[in-house]
């Protein structure tokens, strides 16, 4: 199974994007999933969440209300709306997701790359 992250770029400050993150492989499932980004110089951040059976969304306070996250489980994908995109949002943006019997995110994707400028 594998996490396969797009829709980075380079957008304005104010301006939006969609982060996608398709699962790949005949026996992917999931507790939850989750977006986590890296700023440079910076240790990897945690984003937002959502659990895979209800789709319930938990979001870091620096994005909440600014972003989305859903999912489509029928074709394991992940989303992650962001609107009013601030140059702090620059970052390496991941997909994970974390099985039900791990204690964290066993499954990572590569990183897609968000850069917003002023």
């Known amino acids: 199974v594998q996490l396969q992250a797009s829709g980075g770029g380079l957008v304005q400050a104010g301006g939006s994007l969609r982060l996608t993150c398709a699962a790949s492989?005949?026996?992917?499932?999931?507790?939850?999933m989750g977006w986590f980004r890296k700023k440079p110089g910076k240790l990897r951040e945690y984003v937002a969440t959502i659990r895979w059976n209800d789709g319930s969304p938990y979001y870091v306070d620096s994005v909440k209300g600014r972003s989305t996250i859903s999912r489509d489980k029928y074709n394991n994908t992940m989303y992650l709306q962001m609107n009013s995109l601030k140059p702090e949002d620059t970052a390496v943006y991941y997909c994970a997701s974390k099985s039900s019997d791990s204690t964290g995110f066993d499954l990572w994707g590569q990183g897609t790359q968000v850069t917003v400028s002023s």
């Open positions: 492989g005949r026996t992917f499932s999931s507790y939850s």
